[in-house]
Protein backbone atom coordinates (compact mmCIF):
# COMPACT_ATOMS: atom_id res chain seq x y z
CA UNK A 1 0.00 0.00 0.00
CA UNK A 2 0.89 3.48 -0.69
CA UNK A 3 2.93 5.12 2.54
CA UNK A 4 0.72 6.30 5.09
CA UNK A 5 -2.52 5.05 3.46
CA UNK A 6 -4.63 3.20 5.86
CA UNK A 7 -5.65 -0.15 4.90
CA UNK A 8 -8.08 -2.71 6.30
CA UNK A 9 -5.73 -4.64 8.15
CA UNK A 10 -5.05 -1.44 10.40
CA UNK A 11 -8.45 -1.26 10.64
CA UNK A 12 -8.75 -4.10 12.24
CA UNK A 13 -6.00 -3.67 14.60
CA UNK A 14 -7.34 -0.28 15.09
CA UNK A 15 -9.46 -0.02 18.75
CA UNK A 16 -9.84 3.21 18.63
CA UNK A 17 -13.74 4.92 18.39
CA UNK A 18 -14.87 5.46 14.67
CA UNK A 19 -15.53 8.85 15.57
CA UNK A 20 -12.03 9.25 16.75
CA UNK A 21 -10.72 8.01 13.42
CA UNK A 22 -12.71 9.73 11.35
CA UNK A 23 -15.52 8.36 9.79
CA UNK A 24 -14.02 9.76 6.37
CA UNK A 25 -10.82 7.69 6.58
CA UNK A 26 -12.28 4.48 7.72
CA UNK A 27 -14.59 4.55 4.57
CA UNK A 28 -12.33 5.67 2.65
CA UNK A 29 -9.97 2.50 3.80
CA UNK A 30 -12.70 -0.03 3.52
CA UNK A 31 -13.19 1.43 -0.79
CA UNK A 32 -9.37 0.47 -0.96
CA UNK A 33 -10.18 -3.02 0.65
CA UNK A 34 -13.36 -3.49 -1.70
CA UNK A 35 -10.91 -2.20 -4.50
CA UNK A 36 -7.88 -4.95 -3.94
CA UNK A 37 -11.40 -7.81 -3.18
CA UNK A 38 -12.32 -6.75 -6.75
CA UNK A 39 -8.96 -7.17 -8.44
CA UNK A 40 -8.51 -10.35 -6.65
CA UNK A 41 -11.52 -11.91 -7.47
CA UNK A 42 -11.55 -11.37 -11.33
CA UNK A 43 -7.50 -13.11 -10.71
CA UNK A 44 -9.13 -16.09 -9.11
CA UNK A 45 -11.49 -16.67 -11.84
CA UNK A 46 -9.47 -16.20 -14.80
CA UNK A 47 -8.60 -19.39 -15.66
CA UNK A 48 -12.26 -20.55 -16.14
CA UNK A 49 -14.39 -17.47 -16.47
CA UNK A 50 -14.35 -14.96 -19.17
CA UNK A 51 -15.71 -11.61 -18.55
CA UNK A 52 -17.61 -10.09 -21.00
CA UNK A 53 -20.60 -7.83 -21.48
CA UNK A 54 -22.26 -10.32 -24.12
CA UNK A 55 -25.83 -11.00 -23.80
CA UNK A 56 -26.38 -13.98 -26.46
CA UNK A 57 -23.48 -15.71 -28.41
CA UNK A 58 -23.58 -17.97 -31.14
CA UNK A 59 -21.95 -21.70 -30.00
CA UNK A 60 -21.56 -24.81 -32.32
CA UNK A 61 -22.53 -24.47 -35.78
CA UNK A 62 -18.91 -25.93 -37.04
CA UNK A 63 -19.90 -29.14 -38.95
CA UNK A 64 -18.59 -31.28 -40.94
CA UNK A 65 -18.40 -31.76 -44.90
CA UNK A 66 -16.86 -34.59 -46.76
CA UNK A 67 -15.42 -34.38 -50.33
CA UNK A 68 -16.86 -36.48 -53.07
CA UNK A 69 -14.97 -39.03 -55.50
CA UNK A 70 -16.11 -37.35 -58.87
CA UNK A 71 -15.21 -38.05 -62.32
CA UNK A 72 -13.91 -35.51 -64.73
CA UNK A 73 -18.08 -34.19 -65.97
CA UNK A 74 -18.94 -35.12 -62.30
CA UNK A 75 -20.02 -32.25 -59.94
CA UNK A 76 -20.36 -33.08 -56.30
CA UNK A 77 -23.52 -32.62 -54.25
CA UNK A 78 -23.59 -29.31 -52.76
CA UNK A 79 -23.90 -29.28 -48.81
CA UNK A 80 -24.34 -27.66 -45.98
CA UNK A 81 -23.08 -27.30 -42.05
CA UNK A 82 -25.38 -27.78 -39.29
CA UNK A 83 -26.27 -23.70 -37.77
CA UNK A 84 -25.02 -23.65 -34.35
CA UNK A 85 -27.35 -22.60 -31.54
CA UNK A 86 -27.79 -19.50 -29.14
CA UNK A 87 -26.36 -19.44 -25.54
CA UNK A 88 -27.23 -16.95 -23.17
CA UNK A 89 -25.86 -15.43 -20.01
CA UNK A 90 -27.96 -14.22 -16.96
CA UNK A 91 -27.29 -10.87 -15.37
CA UNK A 92 -28.39 -10.96 -11.76
CA UNK A 93 -28.29 -8.50 -9.09
CA UNK A 94 -27.05 -9.36 -5.76
CA UNK A 95 -27.09 -7.19 -2.28
CA UNK A 96 -26.40 -6.88 1.37
CA UNK A 97 -26.02 -4.25 3.66
CA UNK A 98 -24.20 -3.33 6.83
CA UNK A 99 -26.24 -0.71 8.91
CA UNK A 100 -25.55 1.07 12.62
CA UNK A 101 -26.34 4.12 14.40
CA UNK A 102 -25.18 7.19 15.12
CA UNK A 103 -24.21 5.97 18.63
CA UNK A 104 -22.53 3.72 17.51
CA UNK A 105 -20.12 5.40 15.57
CA UNK A 106 -19.11 6.96 19.45
CA UNK A 107 -18.97 3.92 21.10
CA UNK A 108 -17.71 1.39 17.92
CA UNK A 109 -14.12 0.63 17.09
CA UNK A 110 -12.79 1.16 13.81
CA UNK A 111 -12.12 -3.30 13.62
CA UNK A 112 -15.77 -3.70 14.60
CA UNK A 113 -16.99 -1.48 11.86
CA UNK A 114 -13.96 -3.12 9.36
CA UNK A 115 -15.46 -6.83 10.57
CA UNK A 116 -18.50 -6.18 9.36
CA UNK A 117 -17.35 -5.36 6.07
CA UNK A 118 -14.87 -8.17 5.70
CA UNK A 119 -18.12 -10.59 6.42
CA UNK A 120 -19.99 -8.87 3.19
CA UNK A 121 -16.50 -9.67 0.62
CA UNK A 122 -16.65 -13.02 2.57
CA UNK A 123 -20.49 -12.99 1.19
CA UNK A 124 -19.75 -12.02 -2.10
CA UNK A 125 -17.05 -15.18 -3.03
CA UNK A 126 -19.43 -17.50 -1.52
CA UNK A 127 -22.09 -16.03 -3.92
CA UNK A 128 -19.72 -16.17 -7.04
CA UNK A 129 -18.78 -19.62 -6.48
CA UNK A 130 -22.34 -21.06 -5.99
CA UNK A 131 -23.67 -18.97 -9.32
CA UNK A 132 -20.39 -21.17 -10.93
CA UNK A 133 -20.71 -24.02 -9.24
CA UNK A 134 -24.65 -23.81 -10.50
CA UNK A 135 -23.71 -23.42 -14.24
CA UNK A 136 -21.34 -26.57 -13.73
CA UNK A 137 -23.31 -28.93 -11.89
CA UNK A 138 -26.39 -28.61 -12.62
CA UNK A 139 -27.09 -30.72 -15.85
CA UNK A 140 -30.29 -29.17 -17.34
CA UNK A 141 -30.57 -26.02 -19.74
CA UNK A 142 -32.95 -22.94 -18.39
CA UNK A 143 -34.52 -19.91 -20.21
CA UNK A 144 -34.83 -16.95 -17.82
CA UNK A 145 -36.11 -13.60 -18.75
CA UNK A 146 -33.12 -10.57 -18.45
CA UNK A 147 -35.27 -8.56 -16.54
CA UNK A 148 -32.78 -5.93 -15.60
CA UNK A 149 -32.26 -4.99 -18.81
CA UNK A 150 -34.41 -2.70 -21.33
CA UNK A 151 -36.36 -5.16 -23.73
CA UNK A 152 -35.76 -8.26 -21.72
CA UNK A 153 -35.35 -11.13 -23.32
CA UNK A 154 -35.62 -14.53 -22.94
CA UNK A 155 -32.35 -16.03 -22.67
CA UNK A 156 -31.29 -19.46 -23.48
CA UNK A 157 -29.54 -20.83 -21.04
CA UNK A 158 -27.18 -23.45 -21.66
CA UNK A 159 -25.33 -26.08 -19.22
CA UNK A 160 -22.10 -28.33 -20.40
CA UNK A 161 -22.90 -30.83 -23.70
CA UNK A 162 -26.05 -32.54 -21.96
CA UNK A 163 -27.57 -34.37 -25.08
CA UNK A 164 -30.15 -32.13 -25.88
CA UNK A 165 -29.52 -32.44 -29.56
CA UNK A 166 -27.30 -29.06 -30.32
CA UNK A 167 -24.38 -28.92 -32.54
CA UNK A 168 -21.07 -29.79 -30.81
CA UNK A 169 -18.19 -29.17 -33.70
CA UNK A 170 -15.64 -31.70 -34.31
CA UNK A 171 -12.39 -32.49 -32.93
CA UNK A 172 -10.11 -29.60 -34.67
CA UNK A 173 -7.32 -32.32 -35.30
CA UNK A 174 -8.82 -35.58 -35.93
CA UNK A 175 -11.41 -34.34 -37.28
CA UNK A 176 -13.99 -37.12 -35.07
CA UNK A 177 -18.09 -35.87 -34.99
CA UNK A 178 -20.10 -36.42 -31.97
CA UNK A 179 -24.27 -37.65 -31.84
CA UNK A 180 -25.10 -34.41 -30.03
CA UNK A 181 -28.56 -36.53 -29.29
CA UNK A 182 -26.42 -39.06 -27.01
CA UNK A 183 -23.26 -36.92 -26.10
CA UNK A 184 -23.00 -35.98 -22.44
CA UNK A 185 -20.46 -34.04 -20.09
CA UNK A 186 -22.21 -35.19 -17.35
CA UNK A 187 -21.04 -38.80 -15.66
CA UNK A 188 -20.85 -41.02 -13.01
CA UNK A 189 -18.77 -44.12 -12.00
CA UNK A 190 -19.22 -47.75 -12.96
CA UNK A 191 -20.00 -48.84 -9.54
CA UNK A 192 -21.12 -46.48 -6.91
CA UNK A 193 -19.00 -45.55 -4.38
CA UNK A 194 -16.31 -46.68 -5.74
CA UNK A 195 -13.64 -44.32 -7.95
CA UNK A 196 -11.71 -46.62 -10.80
CA UNK A 197 -9.11 -45.88 -13.25
CA UNK A 198 -11.38 -46.19 -15.84
CA UNK A 199 -13.95 -44.26 -14.66
CA UNK A 200 -11.45 -40.79 -14.19
CA UNK A 201 -9.53 -41.62 -17.57
CA UNK A 202 -13.64 -41.31 -18.94
CA UNK A 203 -13.73 -38.35 -17.40
CA UNK A 204 -10.35 -36.65 -18.92
CA UNK A 205 -11.37 -38.15 -22.29
CA UNK A 206 -14.45 -36.84 -22.61
CA UNK A 207 -12.94 -33.15 -22.61
CA UNK A 208 -9.75 -34.17 -24.11
CA UNK A 209 -11.43 -35.85 -27.55
CA UNK A 210 -12.71 -32.30 -28.13
CA UNK A 211 -8.97 -30.46 -28.39
CA UNK A 212 -5.95 -30.60 -29.65
CA UNK A 213 -3.69 -29.15 -27.16
CA UNK A 214 -4.23 -27.49 -24.26
CA UNK A 215 -3.58 -27.37 -20.35
CA UNK A 216 -5.99 -29.92 -19.29
CA UNK A 217 -6.65 -29.94 -15.42
CA UNK A 218 -8.96 -32.42 -12.84
CA UNK A 219 -10.22 -30.67 -9.57
CA UNK A 220 -11.86 -32.27 -6.70
CA UNK A 221 -12.96 -32.05 -3.26
CA UNK A 222 -10.73 -32.97 -0.48
CA UNK A 223 -12.67 -35.71 0.37
CA UNK A 224 -11.94 -37.29 -2.72
CA UNK A 225 -7.86 -36.80 -2.20
CA UNK A 226 -7.37 -40.50 -0.78
CA UNK A 227 -8.74 -42.28 -3.85
CA UNK A 228 -7.56 -40.40 -6.38
CA UNK A 229 -4.08 -40.59 -4.93
CA UNK A 230 -4.49 -44.55 -4.76
CA UNK A 231 -5.24 -44.65 -8.72
CA UNK A 232 -2.89 -46.63 -10.65
CA UNK A 233 -1.52 -43.96 -12.79
CA UNK A 234 -1.37 -41.36 -10.49
CA UNK A 235 2.08 -39.54 -10.30
CA UNK A 236 2.40 -37.47 -6.64
CA UNK A 237 4.22 -34.36 -6.38
CA UNK A 238 6.13 -34.49 -3.47
CA UNK A 239 6.34 -32.83 -0.27
CA UNK A 240 9.58 -30.44 -0.86
CA UNK A 241 10.26 -31.36 2.70
CA UNK A 242 11.69 -34.88 2.01
CA UNK A 243 13.62 -36.98 -0.64
CA UNK A 244 12.05 -39.10 -2.60
CA UNK A 245 13.92 -42.79 -2.26
CA UNK A 246 12.00 -45.04 -3.71
CA UNK A 247 11.54 -46.58 -7.11
CA UNK A 248 7.75 -44.88 -7.52
CA UNK A 249 7.91 -42.39 -10.00
CA UNK A 250 7.13 -38.68 -8.90
CA UNK A 251 6.32 -35.68 -10.06
CA UNK A 252 8.78 -32.47 -10.58
CA UNK A 253 6.74 -29.91 -9.07
CA UNK A 254 6.53 -29.68 -5.47
CA UNK A 255 3.65 -30.07 -3.56
CA UNK A 256 1.92 -26.75 -2.05
CA UNK A 257 2.31 -27.87 1.44
CA UNK A 258 0.98 -24.42 3.36
CA UNK A 259 -2.14 -24.67 1.47
CA UNK A 260 -4.41 -27.53 2.35
CA UNK A 261 -7.34 -26.75 0.80
CA UNK A 262 -6.39 -25.24 -2.73
CA UNK A 263 -3.36 -27.26 -4.34
CA UNK A 264 -2.25 -29.42 -7.29
CA UNK A 265 -1.01 -32.78 -6.04
CA UNK A 266 -0.20 -34.68 -9.00
CA UNK A 267 -0.96 -35.95 -12.51
CA UNK A 268 -3.44 -38.47 -14.19
CA UNK A 269 -3.71 -38.89 -17.34
CA UNK A 270 -2.89 -35.33 -19.43
CA UNK A 271 -4.41 -33.79 -16.25
CA UNK A 272 -3.13 -32.04 -13.16
CA UNK A 273 -4.79 -32.83 -10.45
CA UNK A 274 -5.75 -29.97 -8.09
CA UNK A 275 -7.42 -30.06 -4.63
CA UNK A 276 -10.10 -27.32 -4.95
CA UNK A 277 -12.47 -26.10 -1.93
CA UNK A 278 -15.30 -25.35 -4.18
CA UNK A 279 -15.95 -28.63 -5.61
CA UNK A 280 -18.92 -30.68 -4.25
CA UNK A 281 -17.89 -33.60 -2.22
CA UNK A 282 -18.59 -37.06 -4.41
CA UNK A 283 -17.76 -35.02 -7.65
CA UNK A 284 -14.73 -34.18 -10.29
CA UNK A 285 -14.50 -31.37 -12.24
CA UNK A 286 -12.23 -31.56 -15.98
CA UNK A 287 -11.19 -28.76 -18.33
CA UNK A 288 -8.52 -27.71 -20.10
CA UNK A 289 -7.36 -24.22 -18.94
CA UNK A 290 -5.73 -23.94 -22.04
CA UNK A 291 -8.62 -23.22 -24.78
CA UNK A 292 -11.87 -20.63 -25.11
CA UNK A 293 -13.06 -20.65 -21.62
CA UNK A 294 -15.82 -22.70 -20.38
CA UNK A 295 -17.96 -20.08 -18.15
CA UNK A 296 -18.81 -16.54 -18.87
CA UNK A 297 -19.33 -14.19 -16.07
CA UNK A 298 -21.65 -11.13 -17.34
CA UNK A 299 -21.52 -7.76 -16.34
CA UNK A 300 -23.71 -4.43 -17.39
CA UNK A 301 -20.92 -2.52 -18.76
CA UNK A 302 -16.97 -3.19 -18.82
CA UNK A 303 -16.02 -3.06 -15.16
CA UNK A 304 -19.33 -2.66 -13.85
CA UNK A 305 -19.57 -6.60 -12.33
CA UNK A 306 -17.90 -5.84 -9.35
CA UNK A 307 -18.49 -5.65 -5.59
CA UNK A 308 -19.44 -1.70 -4.71
CA UNK A 309 -20.88 0.72 -2.22
CA UNK A 310 -24.43 1.06 -4.17
CA UNK A 311 -26.15 3.49 -1.72
CA UNK A 312 -25.80 5.74 1.23
CA UNK A 313 -28.87 5.67 3.52
CA UNK A 314 -28.49 8.94 5.99
CA UNK A 315 -32.00 8.89 8.54
CA UNK A 316 -30.97 9.51 12.01
CA UNK A 317 -30.40 7.75 13.76
CA UNK A 318 -29.77 5.29 11.70
CA UNK A 319 -27.40 5.16 8.84
CA UNK A 320 -26.27 1.90 6.09
CA UNK A 321 -24.23 1.25 3.33
CA UNK A 322 -25.82 -1.41 0.84
CA UNK A 323 -23.27 -3.06 -1.09
CA UNK A 324 -23.98 -4.83 -4.59
CA UNK A 325 -22.69 -6.65 -7.11
CA UNK A 326 -24.51 -7.33 -10.69
CA UNK A 327 -23.30 -9.78 -12.62
CA UNK A 328 -24.27 -13.57 -14.03
CA UNK A 329 -22.38 -16.74 -14.77
CA UNK A 330 -23.14 -19.12 -17.95
CA UNK A 331 -21.61 -21.58 -19.68
CA UNK A 332 -20.16 -20.86 -23.00
CA UNK A 333 -17.54 -22.84 -24.61
CA UNK A 334 -19.58 -26.34 -23.90
CA UNK A 335 -17.48 -28.93 -24.48
CA UNK A 336 -14.87 -27.39 -22.69
CA UNK A 337 -16.09 -28.95 -19.27
CA UNK A 338 -17.36 -32.80 -17.59
CA UNK A 339 -18.13 -33.67 -14.24
CA UNK A 340 -18.65 -36.87 -12.80
CA UNK A 341 -20.59 -37.94 -9.49
CA UNK A 342 -18.36 -40.22 -7.65
CA UNK A 343 -20.97 -41.79 -5.68
CA UNK A 344 -24.01 -42.89 -7.73
CA UNK A 345 -23.84 -44.80 -10.88
CA UNK A 346 -26.03 -42.23 -12.68
CA UNK A 347 -25.75 -38.55 -12.41
CA UNK A 348 -28.09 -36.29 -10.33
CA UNK A 349 -26.41 -32.45 -9.30
CA UNK A 350 -25.28 -31.87 -6.19
CA UNK A 351 -27.11 -29.49 -3.55
CA UNK A 352 -26.25 -26.13 -3.72
CA UNK A 353 -26.37 -23.50 -1.22
CA UNK A 354 -24.78 -20.26 -0.48
Same mark, same amino acid.
Given at each position: ??????????????????????????????????????????????????????????????????????????????????????????????????????????????????????????????????????????????????????????????????????????????????????????????????? /??? +? #??? $???????? =? *??? &? @????????????????????????????????????? /??? +? #??? $???????? =? *??? &? @????????????????????????????????????? /??? +??????????????????????????????????????????
Amino acid at each position: MPYGTLSITDLLSNQNTIASIGEDVVFESIQTALDAHNIIVREQMVDLVEISTDRIRRYGGLDTMTMDEIDEYGAPDAQKVTAGTNVGFPLKLFGTAVQWTRKYTQTATGAELAEQFVAAQDADVRQIIAQIKKALFIPTNSNPVDRLVQNALTLPVKALVNADGAVIPPNPITGATFNAATHTHYLAVATGGTI /ATT +D #VTA $LTTTVVEH =Y *GMG &E @VRLYINQAQEAAIRALTGFVAFIDPRVISATTITVGR /AAL +D #VAN $LYDRRIGV =Y *GPA &E @VWVKPWIPANYLFCFDAGVPKTLVMRERYAGTGDLVI /AAE +DEEYPLRARRLEREFGIGVWNRTNGAVMEVDATSYSAPVITV
